[in-house]
């Protein structure tokens, strides 16, 4: 059985989108972010990056150990190798595939993710002038769909000629470009695959997944609240935690 440690995020999504399209039964383990459940030890045991996605495969085909993973790319690698799906081999088409999932990891979700998390920042007076940071990261989004237009020139799909996993990683990152502040029309190559792939019904029910975890930050007390912000803000090594070295 296939148990993904999920939150509703664009990282989380991109391993829906594809379980879905797979069409295989999987379980999901909700890690609410917000809370803090991603720093829990026994998480850390399968994440110690202690972010999500991750993945646990406890019945896995080439042996009686389970395998876990974590990293959203290593994780849809893995799902498409073993399923023999949307991941061509062929060498040529193989790395078309592998070069965008890691140009996603690398660019596009970082860069993505810190232009929202300085836009949230600039909201508090007390973060100072963040100016520089929101032109560097708002330029740098502007720019990483200017390489998706690039990359899908003339191509249905980014990579191999097929739709694969490359797009499935990208797509719930690219799918917010109104959040973004972008002008979709600017890039009409990446407006065309969107409306595509957005019609797929895998990838609306991906997109769904997880929808009902949603949390309404007004119901929150003003202690609760206190402790997110500490827990999740200016974070640092997260220590061994006790509990595994009382366990070994």
């Given at each position: 059985?296939?148990?993904?440690?999920?939150?509703?995020?664009?990282n989380?999504?991109?391993?829906?989108i594809?379980?879905?399209?797979?069409?295989?039964?999987?379980?999901l383990?909700?890690?609410?972010?917000?809370?803090?459940?991603q720093?829990?030890?026994?998480?850390l045991?399968?994440?110690?990056?202690?972010r999500?996605?991750?993945?646990?495969?406890?019945?896995?085909?080439?042996?009686?150990?389970?395998?876990?993973?974590?990293?959203?790319?290593?994780?849809?690698?893995?799902?498409a190798?073993?399923?023999?799906?949307?991941?061509?081999?062929?060498?040529?088409?193989?790395?078309?595939?592998?070069?965008?999932?890691?140009?996603?990891?690398?660019?596009?979700?970082?860069?993505?993710?810190?232009?929202?998390?300085?836009?949230?920042?600039?909201?508090?007076?007390?973060?100072?002038?963040?100016?520089?940071?929101l032109?560097?990261?708002?330029?740098?989004?502007?720019?990483?769909?200017?390489?998706?237009?690039?990359?899908?020139y003339?191509?249905?799909y980014?990579?191999?000629?097929?739709?694969?996993?490359?797009?499935?990683?990208?797509?719930?990152?690219?799918?917010?470009?109104?959040?973004?502040?972008?002008?979709?029309?600017?890039?009409?190559?990446?407006?065309?695959?969107?409306?595509?792939?957005?019609?797929?019904?895998?990838?609306?029910?991906g997109?769904?997944?997880?929808?009902?975890?949603?949390?309404?930050?007004?119901?929150?007390?003003?202690?609760?609240?206190t402790?997110?912000?500490?827990?999740?803000?200016?974070?640092?090594?997260?220590?061994?935690?006790?509990?595994?070295?009382?366990?070994?």
């Amino acid at each position: 059985m296939l148990e993904l440690y999920y939150w509703p995020t664009p990282n989380g999504k991109k391993v829906s989108i594809l379980l879905e399209e797979l069409g295989v039964p999987y379980v999901l383990k909700p890690v609410h972010i917000a809370r803090g459940d991603q720093f829990h030890p026994d998480f850390l045991k399968i994440s110690p990056n202690n972010r999500m996605p991750a993945l646990v495969d406890t019945a896995p085909r080439s042996g009686v150990e389970p395998v876990t993973i974590f990293e959203s790319g290593a994780i849809m690698m893995y799902l498409a190798e073993t399923a023999g799906r949307f991941w061509p081999q062929e060498l040529h088409k193989k790395y078309q595939v592998v070069q965008w999932v890691m140009w996603q990891m690398a660019n596009q979700g970082p860069k993505f993710g810190e232009q929202g998390h300085f836009t949230r920042a600039a909201q508090t007076p007390a973060n100072g002038d963040l100016t520089y940071a929101l032109r560097r990261f708002g330029d740098e989004v502007h720019r990483l769909y200017g390489v998706m237009n690039l990359g899908l020139y003339q191509e249905r799909y980014l990579a191999a000629g097929e739709y694969t996993i490359a797009d499935m990683i990208c797509y719930p990152w690219a799918a917010g470009w109104k959040l973004r502040g972008v002008d979709l029309d600017e890039f009409p190559n990446v407006k065309r695959w969107l409306a595509e792939i957005g019609e797929r019904p895998a990838v609306r029910r991906g997109m769904a997944t997880g929808a009902e975890l949603a949390e309404d930050p007004e119901t929150l007390s003003e202690e609760e609240k206190t402790r997110r912000q500490k827990l999740l803000t200016n974070q640092r090594a997260t220590p061994i935690p006790k509990e595994w070295m009382k366990a070994g």
